[in-house]
């Protein structure tokens, strides 16, 4: 039995009606999770702000939990996507080039709006187990980058021969927190001093000496 075609109101489908009842709720969620808090937003303010019903919140998220989840997953994914980009156009980079590029463009793409990284930071911070779940999964992701990124200036000579596991987890948790203290302050922080300490950052763990004993 064929399924009949969903109704069309206006010209535009009932399926893209939905998509975009779903993406009024993100932007809402953003704008009132990270200017109430999240704790303090409930369902029926993302409903106004985004003008749906709850009943078509429900349609799209099981609780307000899962868009926070949402949002959380999308800010990293799209700051890994941008990061990522620009790998090409490093190829034959030095180094120190290649840091500068990647930082500052992962820098610029998540200051854009103060809003994300308060978000992403404080927010989505200590809410529940799903949440630290896929916050440690996404601290993973971003420590495989940065591991894979020493590893190619160890095999340049530019950096020691080690293991840089270990680093990748300390580099992403110092530039979480250079974050969260940049968002914390009204106005926030100077952008370039923060992407100019994290390059210097990156760089001095990279290329540190190796201590006697470690791999």
């Known amino acids: 039995m064929t399924?009949?075609?969903?109704?069309?109101?206006g010209g535009v489908s009932a399926d893209?009606?939905?998509?975009?009842?779903?993406?009024?709720?993100?932007?809402?969620?953003?704008?009132?999770f990270t200017a109430r808090g999240y704790q303090q937003t409930k369902i029926v303010d993302l409903c106004t702000l985004a003008g749906?019903?709850?009943?078509?919140?429900?349609?799209?998220?099981?609780?307000?939990?899962?868009?926070?989840?949402t949002l959380h997953d999308r800010i990293n994914a799209e700051a890994l996507?941008?990061?990522?980009?620009?790998?090409?156009?490093?190829?034959?980079?030095?180094?120190?080039?290649?840091?500068?590029?990647?930082?500052?463009?992962?820098?610029?793409?998540?200051?854009?709006d103060p809003r994300l990284p308060r978000l992403n930071y404080v927010e989505a911070v200590g809410v529940s187990a799903d949440l630290d779940r896929q916050h440690q999964e996404w601290v993973r992701r971003w420590a495989?980058?940065?591991?894979?990124?020493?590893?190619?200036?160890?095999?340049?000579?530019?950096?020691p021969d080690r293991d840089y596991r270990l680093t990748?987890?300390?580099v992403?948790?110092?530039?979480?927190?250079?974050?969260?203290e940049w968002q914390a302050h009204d106005p926030?922080?100077?952008?370039?001093?923060?992407?100019?300490?994290?390059?210097?950052?990156?760089?001095?763990?990279?290329?540190?000496?190796?201590v006697p004993g470690e791999p």
């Open 16 to 32: 893209d009606r939905r998509a975009q009842r779903r993406a009024r709720l993100l932007v809402a969620a953003l704008e009132l």
């Open 168 to 170: 990748a987890y300390a």
């Open 52 to 69: 749906v019903s709850t009943r078509n919140f429900y349609e799209e998220f099981p609780a307000k939990e899962r868009v926070l989840l």
């Open 188 to 210: 926030p922080l100077d952008t370039a001093a923060i992407a100019e300490e994290i390059r210097g950052l990156v760089l001095a763990a990279i290329t540190r000496p190796a």
């Open 81 to 112: 996507r941008r990061v990522g980009g620009r790998l090409t156009e490093v190829a034959g980079a030095s180094t120190a080039t290649r840091v500068r590029v990647l930082i500052d463009t992962f820098i610029a793409g998540i200051t854009a």
């Open 3 to 9: 399924t009949p075609p969903r109704r069309a109101y």
């Open 144 to 159: 495989d980058f940065i591991e894979s990124e020493a590893r190619l200036a160890a095999t340049r000579g530019d950096a």
């Open 172 to 180: 992403v948790g110092a530039i979480t927190g250079l974050l969260r």
